[in-house]
């Protein structure tokens, strides 16, 4: 009997080859293009970095119908061969080294996080739970941290068309001076430094011991393969679409040409995809098979026994989470859609983006290293449709893109869950929906650009628990005892509009229709400068805390300095929160807590080194 695993890629590469399949050929391309931080530039418009290296994509859009064979997006094209040969480079090595400092003034905007008077949208000092207990507490309202990252993206190049790349992250996000050689996460001390005050330095973080994970982490590792019929990308790989609101890789942005040193997230799939050329047309289409969720496997259960290697595999298919993609796209490498702009000429881009997600059973809860108990086991007959549109036209000076996206479906069975003790609805409908629009106008021969950018994201009604804790790592499912549509839509996160209220305080774009007018503005070659100011109001008043529309007005400012591959940035923003964030005068919610919600602030800074 084959098995179900082989049967899956069998049934994938039949699909993918018969169907015609299609795709976007570098949607998730790994080459570090050398600029800014589009963490600083805000997704209102692309940053003025300098332009990544040619790897070959701009050549493979361009070239002429009777071009022999695609070659790999990730690899140089060979030049003819009356013309000077380039040194083939087996090995390529691309990341950066960063590093970042927060300082974050009343972030919880006055509040205490007791989650029996309502929690705060940011947790307190911890210095604070001893008030009243102990004379002069350690509770401020202020916090400071820093943190670094090394990541490595290395490229192995087998031939001109065929490549391995990877995604390796190494002290990931790790906060600068939190591994003392004094600290042992079992509470064990060392007799020669018992007192943190007595440290001789910091010990390599090791996942369980001081740390939640260890120095090296492996993120993403893929192939990619040139074939006549056209690319084939398999293995962990990242994946960017449109303007990045809800796939984005956390890095390279191949729509753009700009890399992202700021982001914290990515969008990862797990996945084998096919992509070509329509025939005759400017048109790219590709198909992937996805595994979504795989869940559990014997190397996390137990199941493998005393088995310390070899193949471990999937429990159980019906478990499982089966997602296709497909993509329809008329794509132009960033080079070629700025020369369009530069020559007069129309610059158009387009796609659309379609993913299916099912699952039959699911695994309500198993504890690592052991098996399932029989009662997780349960009913979802969960089925999703999630259409992307997006769209970006350009035009001398001015440019416009847009995306919108909805999930549509229907989660069969919950009759599993429960709120509060209280049995929810059998069935769930889905009902989402996000959207951004992006209007750039260059002056000064591109040395200003004035943005105006708006987004959308549907909420819920009553979305978090306790209610004063507005991110989304607090929200509820389901929403509420007997509800029967979910309609909260979520941005990726690493899609940052601000410096507080999304990024810090809800998490993303949610729940939430924002308007956001920038001026950028190079000084110099190596400084620029940018302020903005976002106001943001609540689609559902019902899903906030003071039941109200006006989430808040927040203020942003940066600068940067870029050159010789270094950037170093500053960043200030103050948030005015509306009354979307007030604590109403609720004895049975907030008690004490009600209140009116303070200023925040923040002063962020960056250095980055990339390569």
Request: aromatic share 10%; proline share 7%.
């Amino acid at each position: 009997m084959t098995p179900p695993g082989r049967l899956h890629i069998a049934s994938a590469a039949a699909a993918l080859l018969a169907g015609g399949a299609v795709s976007l050929a570098n949607v998730a391309h790994a080459q570090v293009g050398p600029g800014g931080m589009p963490g600083e530039q805000q997704p209102g418009g692309p940053q003025q970095p300098t332009p990544p290296e040619d790897d070959g994509e701009e050549v493979a859009e361009e070239a002429p119908e009777e071009a022999e064979e695609p070659t790999l997006p990730t690899t140089p094209v060979l030049p003819p061969p009356d013309e000077e040969t380039k040194e083939f480079e087996i090995i390529e090595l691309d990341g950066y080294l960063r590093g970042r400092g927060d300082w974050f003034r009343q972030l919880d905007l006055g509040f205490r996080d007791d989650p029996d008077i309502g929690g705060a949208p940011f947790p307190n000092q911890l210095g604070c739970e001893l008030e009243g207990e102990v004379e002069d507490a350690p509770c401020g309202n202020s916090l400071t941290s820093a943190n670094m990252r090394l990541r490595l993206e290395p490229v192995i190049n087998l031939h001109e068309r065929a490549s391995v790349h990877a995604r390796i992250d190494v002290l990931d996000n790790y906060v600068l001076g939190s591994t003392p050689d004094t600290f042992f996460g079992d509470g064990s001390i060392r007799n020669d430094r018992p007192l943190d005050a007595f440290t001789g330095g910091q010990a390599p973080p090791e996942g369980g011991q001081n740390d939640r994970f260890d120095s090296i982490r492996v993120k993403q590792a893929w192939g990619e393969v040139s074939t006549p019929l056209g690319l084939v990308k398999f293995g962990r790989q990242p994946e960017h679409w449109g303007t990045g609101m809800f796939l984005n890789s956390g890095g390279f942005d191949p729509i753009h040409g700009v890399y992202d040193y700021d982001a914290d997230f990515a969008t990862t799939f797990d996945r084998v995809m096919f992509s070509t050329r329509l025939p005759g047309t400017e048109l790219r289409a590709a198909a992937a098979m996805d595994w979504a969720a795989t869940q559990p496997t014997s190397g996390q259960t137990g199941a493998i026994g005393a088995r310390y290697d070899g193949q471990p595999w999937n429990l159980d298919n019906s478990d499982d989470v089966q997602q296709w993609s497909f993509v329809l796209s008329r794509l132009d490498s960033p080079d070629t859609f700025q020369e369009h702009l530069d020559e007069g000429r129309l610059g158009l881009n387009y796609g659309l983006y379609f993913m299916y997600r099912s699952q039959d059973w699911d695994q309500t809860g198993y504890e690592l290293g052991e098996t399932p108990p029989p009662d997780s086991f349960a009913p979802r007959d969960a089925r999703l449709w999630m259409p992307n549109v997006w769209g970006r036209i350009g035009y001398g000076d001015m440019e416009l893109e847009l995306e919108a996206m909805t999930v549509l479906g229907r989660i069969g069975s919950i009759a599993d869950l429960d709120v509060d003790g209280d049995t929810v609805a059998e069935s769930v409908d889905v009902r989402r929906f996000g959207g951004v629009g992006r209007f750039t106008y260059r002056l000064l021969d591109d040395d200003m650009e004035l943005r105006a950018e708006t987004g959308v994201a549907s909420g819920d009604r009553f979305q978090n628990d306790p209610r004063g804790r507005v991110n989304i790592r607090n929200r509820r499912f389901p929403v509420s005892p007997g509800d029967t549509t979910i309609r909260d839509f979520m941005f990726h996160e690493n899609y940052n509009v601000d410096l507080i209220l999304f990024r810090e305080l809800l998490g993303t774009v949610t729940n939430a229709t924002y308007v956001k007018p920038t001026m950028w503005w190079q000084l110099f070659d190596e400084l620029d400068v940018e302020g903005s100011a976002i106001a943001s109001f609540a689609n559902r008043r019902s899903a906030t805390p003071g039941e109200s529309n006006f989430w808040g007005l927040e203020l942003n400012g940066r600068a940067n300095y870029r050159g010789d591959g270094f950037v170093a940035g500053l960043a200030y923003g103050v948030l005015f929160p509306g009354n979307a964030l007030d604590f109403p005068d609720d004895e049975a919610e907030f008690g004490e807590n009600a209140g009116s919600a303070n200023i925040a602030q923040t002063i962020q800074a960056h250095l980055v080194l990339h390569f």
